[in-house]
């Protein structure tokens, strides 16, 4: 289900952020494009009858660095394009940023704030992203507000693109970052794979799990998912700048409304490269 994919997402971008050892080493004036690509496939059971969706996804940000500092790095990031392509119950349904028509639909409408448009995102020497004090919290729980949540909370690419692993790495360094918001939980284990000159190959692994509340169509939905990931990075050494990552998360769970329960299962596959412009 679509809501389900936006839960798996947000756990698929968390689970690749900074951890405390090491620092992100870019310079002002540097330019990246960040192209990430999910595909998910869930299935619930409802009142006897599997229901699938299939969601393929795929954005595209550019970050610029604006400014460095001794706190951290000033950045200018912009989600440049998305593209879906939804299958439910026999139904296709596409959305293409780049189209006119698409955009000027509800969920261009909807996203109308957030594509195209700068971002001042700042980000930490280690790579934390720093909370915006001076944001205005959205109370709206729609399964879009959700979404350009999740956007935000990522900043806007920069949480996927940076990576501070240890000073010195050696092959078979192990350590592990456990984020904890206020519904998503994410515990990933790094382990140094290989290292060919200032390229660093990781495994990751680790857990993840959701206990979220939306609306769909006027609807309010409690969303329980809990499940593992799988997957590899290759991040260089001196920068910190994530050259590629693929993981695989499998979760299980619930979705409840109007006091009924429906059990669902949920694979994601995930996809980003990174690189300088």
Known sequence: MKRTF?????????MTNAFSQGQINILKGQKY???????TQSSTEVQGQTMETNVDAASVFNI?????TDAGYSLSNTLKSLKSSTSQMGQEMTFDSEKKE????????????TINVPMAVMITKKGDIVPDKAAKKNEDKSMLTRSIATYEAS?????IAFLAIPSNPKIGDTWSLTTDSKDTKVTT?????????DLVTLSIAGTTSNDI???????????????????EQQVNSKTGVVQSSSSVINATGTVSAMGQEFPSTTKVTTTTTVKML
Request: aromatic share 4%; glycine share 12%; net charge negative.
């Open 102 to 113: 698409d955009m000027a639909g509800p969920v261009g409408t909807a996203l109308a704030s």
């Open 213 to 231: 509340t939306m609306e769909n169509q006027g609807m309010e939905l409690e969303v329980k998912t809990s499940g593992t990931f799988t997957g």
């Open 64 to 68: 610029e660095v604006k400014d460095v």
């Open 6 to 14: 936006s839960l798996l997402l947000i756990a698929s971008l968390l």
């Open 189 to 197: 284990n790094y382990t140094i794979k290989a290292i060919n000159g």
């Open 155 to 159: 900043g806007y690419g920069a949480q």
């Open 33 to 39: 494009q960040v192209d990430s690509k999910a595909v």
